[in-house]
């Protein structure tokens, strides 16, 4: 099967920044997009940013200028770089990755979440 995990999150000062990750493996036979969603308590889970197969990004209007998502594809890993956090940014961070684990459709899967705490 196929399995997600995360890393990265913590405590951070307002105004500081953090680098999550989360790696793919298993069986996998191709990668699709790449993303970062979040869930504040009691909210329902929304999207940060996401990357496609070719690299292209799209971020909540709340991450931009702040947040970078990258890949690396040879490592089946994405990144997501937070700078300038606000305690806003409190939440707990999701990985999602969509793949193939043969040649039949795509499926999303997700990482286990990851807290991310900022202080004012």
């Known amino acids: 099967q196929v399995q997600l995990v995360e890393s990265g999150g913590g405590l951070v000062q307002a105004g500081g920044s953090l680098r999550l990750s989360c790696a793919a493996s298993?069986?996998?036979?191709?990668?699709?997009?790449m993303g970062w969603y979040r869930r504040v308590l009691g909210n329902q889970r929304e999207l940060v940013a996401v990357?496609?197969?070719?690299?292209?990004?799209n971020y909540a209007d709340s991450a931009k200028d702040r947040f970078t998502i990258s890949r690396d594809n040879a490592k089946n890993t994405v990144y997501l770089q937070m700078n300038s956090l606000k305690p806003e940014d409190t939440a707990v961070y999701y990985c999602?990755?969509?793949?193939?684990?043969?040649?039949?459709?795509?499926?999303?899967?997700w990482g286990q979440g990851t807290q991310v705490t900022v202080s004012s």
């Open positions: 990357i496609s197969s070719g690299g292209n990004t």
């Open positions: 999602n990755v969509r793949l193939r684990t043969g040649r039949g459709p795509e499926y999303d899967y």
């Open positions: 298993g069986r996998i036979f191709s990668i699709n997009a």
